[in-house]
């Protein structure tokens, strides 16, 4: 009906002339209504005949009534988009069913029944990335969280579990590899040139874990014993012409599946794992049962196309997902407010794990460093939520930093308090206990009381409370006794103004400044808002190192002399702890700077102290290069924000660059002797040679601050001698960010070389995105034009535009053209792409924190994207919760 010529409607719409145009709010689900589903579908036969552009789905649920649920005479199958072509209820069509919105409801009143649905879904006009969708001329799937409904009606819930029998068919020609979940039951020829394949998966599994892939894919093969005897056959399927870069990931899940047997005790089930590499994904991987889908960002490498970062990403990565088998697959969500309880615990073992493989101390530091980057700034802003949140309304919104990362820390605290084999006893007791269910971050604490013999009653307010504490430290000396004063602070976020005192466990050590020495560490346990712990035998006042390992989460607020930090920096024996040292050296003077402002004698003082401390690391033969990379690293501006109550982009990034300046300056010669020194080592894959590429570049960004045509002309000299893309990438950033007639040359280059190579072409966009350049915002928006710039591919638009949003000087640029860049890359990618829109929101949505004339322009911004009547749920829900 036209609503013009409804005269109620009419009506209605004149009384409402004035009122705002109100959205759609998209419903709140919460935690507390969970309830479990009346049906158990305990099988599923898929039937796919597929096509690019038109694929049928036919699904057959045998469903039985689930007794630990109330009853109910109808049965609710989610769909997202689809339309029913055929519903059959054992084997008669049903006439009665219905729809609700874009789910299906259809009256059951038996006891069990078999539904058969049919649909129809064009792969190639999804653009979500989400359900069945086309990537480079293949099929994939992504199901995780509710994609399984863009494929078919299913209670698309994590705690239903059925066994999976799958069958698919399609073109030979266009698709030669057929790939499914579980094991290969049979295979054959149709008419017309097509083939099929029927896939059966034993083990009962929740809908996000399906995933089905159809291409011209080709496999580097491997094989694994396990250690009951299992023989698995491992491949990792690639375009033919990437295939000579997967030989890394293929020894990474090698290395995966045995540590995780010694370590974890945990065994492969299947005879199969399979891993495929598409270019077209909305995250880093997915570990759905025998069949992961990689983005190959994650599976690709050779020393020519990939840094040692690369590298070591794509083995942390590879473990992750194949660690999920356990924490996820084996164990999974009752529902997605549990999301942590598989992610937070998979952090923890592919953190442990890489900290085998690539070195405790460095590893250590670089995921707190993420930490402090990615999540501090979530806790201390408009979408603080704690690692178990309470409510959402996209469950794609909550695959946060939080949920992974702080969920990482929160199973690291109960590990560092239980110590590893009593620790190892709690999880053993998880598995043991949960295995084939899905289950709850409460049964895990509560596997990890009993196995462990944790006591975690406070302790369960990690999960409940958000918002990052703050530990206030003060170290009394009279005596022979040192006390250690310590309080706590939770601070207010988002629906939670009054925070309880949470049980925060430090591990300390007290040196004495004359032998440089300590009598051992030692598990300060802060559990009430205020402590304070006596240590005896010490004659002079000693010098606190504390939070080592970084034991817990938390900030930790002291004022401590200059000299200590020194002391600290230049010889704790635990890395973690010299690295903080430096790190606050670094920050308090930068704060200080960039807040209130330091006179003259001040500022000497805070850069002479620097100075000193960098000095002795620049010196300090005993300390490897891949350490001494870490500890010369200057905190990122977004963590020095942090530490700011309202922050001035401006001014710290002035300040971190003129205190950069000044040190590349008053050590140029140490510097530049570094610089030739790690030069020498030729490349290779072992840690001195690796350390070495590390720091050679982190010489180079000081030299540019300090001297920008001697820096010019290393970095050209160390580009033009590179063998891999670990230096040459470093030089092109040093370039990049320079006034050089390098610069433009060697950007050339870099492209004509890797021209055609996606991951490659991306770092190029990236370098331009992240530039010093005082021109990066004009090259940015010249790089939006670029033939090679697409909307379409969620690695390119994070190529340019997530690093731009993380380049604090063009974002934050004085006019708010940055903020508007932003919003407008919002507004276009929400209708194509809503999850990846959505994930740019949160830089817009810092402005409380900032001066008030970035942040008026900023919430200008966010105003003007909730104006658009048109928004995803997913962009929705994250620019609400930003402005409100
Ligand atoms: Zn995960």
Redesign the pocket.
């Known amino acids: 009906m036209d609503i013009a010529r409804n005269p109620s409607v009419a009506a209605e719409n004149t009384q409402m002339a004035d009122a705002p145009p109100e959205p759609q709010q998209p419903p709140l689900i919460r935690r507390e209504d969970y309830t479990p589903f009346p049906w158990l579908v305990p099988q599923i036969a898929l039937e796919f005949e597929l096509g690019i552009e038109h694929t049928l789905v036919t699904s057959t649920l045998t469903v039985a009534r689930n007794a630990k649920a109330q009853r109910s005479d109808t049965i609710r199958l989610n769909g997202d988009g689809l339309t029913a072509l055929s519903v059959t209820v054992d084997g008669e069509p049903a006439g009665d069913w219905s729809m609700d919105g874009d789910d299906l409801i259809l009256p059951l009143h038996g006891e069990a029944h078999a539904i058969k649905v049919v649909t129809a879904i064009d792969p190639s006009a999804n653009s979500q990335l989400m359900g069945l969708y086309a990537s480079s001329g293949m099929l994939c799937t992504q199901c995780e969280a509710e994609g399984f409904r863009r494929i078919t009606f299913f209670p698309d819930r994590p705690d239903v579990l059925s066994t999976y029998t799958v069958r698919m068919s399609g073109p030979k020609a266009e698709f030669p590899i057929l790939l499914c979940n579980g094991n290969r039951v049979a295979e054959g020829e149709g008419e017309g040139g097509t083939h099929w394949a029927e896939w059966h998966d034993p083990w009962p599994k929740p809908s996000y874990l399906f995933a089905l892939v159809a291409g011209d894919l080709v496999a580097n093969s491997g094989r694994f014993t396990t250690m009951s005897g299992r023989e698995v056959e491992l491949n990792i399927w690639v375009r033919a012409e990437d295939l000579p870069r997967t030989e890394h990931a293929l020894e990474s899940l090698k290395k995966s599946m045995q540590w995780d047997e010694q370590a974890f005790g945990r065994e492969y089930d299947l005879d199969l794992f399979n891993i495929v590499a598409v270019s077209d994904f909305n995250m880093g991987a997915m ?1 759905n049962k025998g069949l992961n889908v990689f983005n190959t960002k994650y599976v690709l490498a050779d020393p020519d196309t990939a840094t040692d970062a690369d590298f070591d990403a794509i083995e942390g990565v590879i473990a ?1 997902e194949y660690f ?1 088998n356990w924490s996820g697959n084996r164990v999974t969500c009752r529902d997605w407010f549990q999301l942590s309880l ?2 937070g615990f ?1 952090v923890l073992r592919d953190q442990l794990f890489s900290q085998d493989m690539q070195g405790e101390a460095v590893k250590r530091i670089e995921d707190v460093r993420i930490l402090r980057s990615a999540q501090f700034p979530e806790d201390s802003g408009p979408l603080a939520h704690p690692i178990r949140p309470d409510s959402f309304r996209e469950i794609s919104n909550f695959y946060t930093a939080t949920v992974y990362n702080k969920g990482a820390e929160v199973i690291r605290m109960m590990r560092t308090m239980a110590g590893p084999e009593r620790f190892r006893a709690g999880c053993d007791l998880y598995f043991e206990r949960h295995d084939g269910e899905a289950a709850t971050c409460e049964d895990f604490i509560r596997a990890m009381e009993e196995g462990a013999g944790l006591d975690l009653e406070q302790f369960r307010l990690w999960y409940s409370q958000a918002g990052t504490p703050k530990v206030t430290v003060r170290l009394e000396h009279s005596g022979d006794t040192a006390t250690l004063h310590l309080s706590q602070q939770v601070p207010p976020t988002p629906g939670q103004p009054d925070k309880q005192a949470m049980p925060i466990p430090l591990r300390i050590a007290l040196f004495d400044r004359a032998t440089g020495k300590h009598e051992g560490e030692q598990l300060v346990v802060l559990g009430k808002a205020e402590d304070s712990f006596a240590f005896t035998g010490f004659a002079e006042p000693p010098v606190l190192s504390i939070n080592r390992g970084y034991s817990a989460p938390v900030t930790i607020e002291r004022t401590v002399p200059h000299a200590d930090l020194v002391f600290l920096a230049a010889q704790d024996d635990d890395s973690f702890a010299r690295y903080e040292a430096m790190q606050e050296l670094v920050v308090s003077h930068i704060v200080a700077a960039a807040g209130d402002g330091l006179d003259d004698a001040a500022r000497a003082a805070g850069r002479a102290a620097i100075r000193t401390a960098l000095a002795a690391i620049l010196a300090d033969a005993a300390l490897d290069d891949s350490m001494r990379g870490e500890l010369v690293m200057l905190p990122s501006q977004t963590y020095l924000s942090e530490q700011m109550l309202i922050a001035d982009p401006g001014r710290i990034h002035a300040e971190r660059e003129g205190l950069k300046a000044w040190l590349g300056r008053e050590l140029e010669s140490e510097f530049v002797a570094l610089h030739l020194r790690v030069s020498e080592i030729p490349y290779g894959l072992e840690q001195a040679a690796r350390g070495a590429r590390k720091i050679k570049t982190q010489a180079l960004v000081y030299l540019a601050a300090g001297n920008p045509d001697l820096a010019a002309q290393m970095a050209k000299a160390q580009y033009e001698a590179a063998d891999n893309m670990t230096d040459r990438q470093g030089a092109l950033m040093v370039l990049t960010g320079l006034d050089s007639a390098a610069r433009t040359d060697k950007l050339i280059d870099f492209y004509r070389r890797y021209q055609g190579n996606e991951l490659v072409i991306d770092k190029w966009f990236t370098l331009q995105a992240i530039s010093l350049h005082p021109h990066a915002i004009e090259h940015v928006r010249v790089l939006a034009g670029h033939p090679d710039f697409t909307l379409r591919n969620p690695n390119r638009v994070r190529s340019l535009y997530m690093a731009f949003a993380g380049n604090p000087h063009a974002f934050h640029g004085e006019s708010g053209e940055g903020y508007r860049m932003i919003a407008d890359l919002i507004l276009a990618l929400d209708p194509i792409n809503a999850q990846t829109a959505a994930r740019f929101v949160p830089s817009l949505g810092r402005w409380r924190r900032i001066e008030p004339v970035r942040a008026a322009l900023m919430r200008q911004e966010l105003e003007r994207i909730a104006a658009s009547d048109r928004l995803s749920r997913d962009t929705f829900e994250q620019v609400t919760r930003s402005l409100g």
């Open positions: 570990e992750h999920h598989k992610e998979t």
